[in-house]
């Protein structure tokens, strides 16, 4: 096959990987009775591996990109594979933090490739990831006001009622409502995604050049805003806000010389905000009530979960737990409960710190800072304002399988 049809077959399974890595479609190999002790091959990591694999042929990228990164972010990978796979050895459950770690890796691999991309093909690639996360909200849109859910194993969505206990909802004193949870694992997942697609779906708006262009991204950003409220996610929603005035801060110089770019945002962003809080505000007024039953036990499950996180850092602050051996090294030191009483600590740097050590946790957070010094360049730090604030209140970022593969493939679309 000549370079030209490398090229082409590299160009198709990128985008192909982009579509299907929001979702969760797998295989599992090794079930459990928790989703976190849980090992299974995705389609999205399947396909991760096949562009690399084909990249490498086409000529667009060489082996040599790893020595062309810089000397520091290189550092600070060995540092975390280093300290992943010490805790590993060490781990209570080793096949599950070694699984976690391939995953990490993985992710990293992918995210040096696609960094050194050309531009155009970054576009692409940001382009057909947004809309797979459209098609996710028209979903959470259709689980929340049917009150309805379907299973799909081809898509990777589960089954969720308001009438099982465990499922997220909001209570009011007449109904159990089910919150949105699109094709993601939780309504929480599901409403961090969102955020980002609008905020992504934003700056293709405020820097298109063509009417067409920009009706496309308004539409998308009317899809999202509602989607974020709809999942009832707080830390989403906060992640939302500070990620449009980070957003409108970066362009200021482009929205001041267009009025008509600046109104529209504005309206659009009121006029769907207040239709959704208009029509569900009894559920909103109890998401906010602190008061509330369900309300109190949220609060008090979180500051259990990372107060578990930080005894399991104190513990072992060297070697952690083992990436992924978190709540099972909780369910060691509380032996009788069932399995969904232990899920992470709701931080996923006290996560990471309390899985993989003091080593592995500075690891990351050079890695962090890297992609925001590359965000700031790029004026894409709306999109990395999103991502760190939903790590401060949650840890989906960190503990799902998947969770790793969209923070570096947006971090290498804005490197």
Not at 166 to 178: M, P
Not at 222 to 243: C, E, H, N, T
């Amino acid at each position: 096959m000549n370079k030209k049809n490398w090229v082409r077959l590299s160009l198709g399974l990128l985008l192909l990987t982009a579509l299907v890595l929001p979702w969760q479609t797998k295989h599992i190999l090794c079930s459990s009775v928790s989703d976190y002790w849980e090992i299974s091959i995705y389609a999205s990591t399947v396909l991760i591996i096949l562009s690399i694999l084909t990249l490498i042929p086409s000529g667009l990228i060489r082996l040599s990109q790893f020595k062309e990164m810089p000397r520091l972010w290189l550092y600070s990978v060995l540092v975390i594979l280093i300290a992943g796979a010490t805790s590993a050895f060490f781990s209570p459950y080793p096949l599950l933090s070694f699984y976690v770690l391939s995953l990490l890796v993985l992710s990293l691999v992918f995210f040096v490739f696609i960094q050194a991309l050309p531009s155009s093909w970054k576009r692409g690639l940001a382009l057909v990831f947004i809309v797979s996360l459209s098609l996710q909200a028209l979903i959470g849109f259709y689980q929340f006001t049917t009150q309805l859910s379907f299973a799909s194993s081809i898509l990777g969505i589960a089954s969720h009622s308001a009438a099982d206990l465990g499922t997220a909802v909001i209570e009011t004193a007449d109904w159990r409502w089910l919150r949105a949870y699109g094709a993601s694992s939780h309504p929480n997942a599901f409403g961090g995604l969102m955020a980002v697609g609008a905020i992504a779906s934003l700056i293709f708006y405020i820097r298109s050049k063509q009417l067409n262009a920009r009706i496309f991204f308004a539409f998308l950003y009317v899809l999202f805003l509602p989607a974020v409220l709809v999942s009832f996610s707080r830390a989403a929603i906060m992640a939302l806000l500070v990620g449009l005035a980070a957003v409108i801060y970066e362009n200021r110089k482009a929205l001041r010389s267009s009025w008509k770019m600046t109104v529209t945002i504005v309206c659009l962003g009121i006029i769907t905000t207040t239709a959704v809080l208009t029509l569900y505000f009894p559920l909103f007024a109890a998401r906010s009530d602190m008061s509330n039953r369900l309300e109190q036990m949220s609060i008090a499950d979180r500051g259990e979960l990372n107060q578990r996180g930080l005894d399991n850092f104190l513990d072992y602050p060297i070697l952690g737990t083992g990436l992924g051996a978190s709540t099972i090294a909780d369910s060691r030191r509380m032996p009788g409960l069932e399995a969904w009483h232990f899920q992470p600590a709701h931080n996923y740097w006290l996560l990471a710190a309390a899985e993989g050590g003091i080593f592995f946790v500075f690891g990351l957070s050079a890695l962090w800072a890297f992609a925001y010094q590359k965000s700031r360049q790029r004026r894409l730090v709306s999109i990395f304002v999103v991502m760190f604030m939903l790590t401060l209140f949650d840890h989906w970022v960190l503990s799902l399988p998947l969770g790793s593969a969209w923070t570096f493939f947006l971090f290498a679309l804005i490197w």
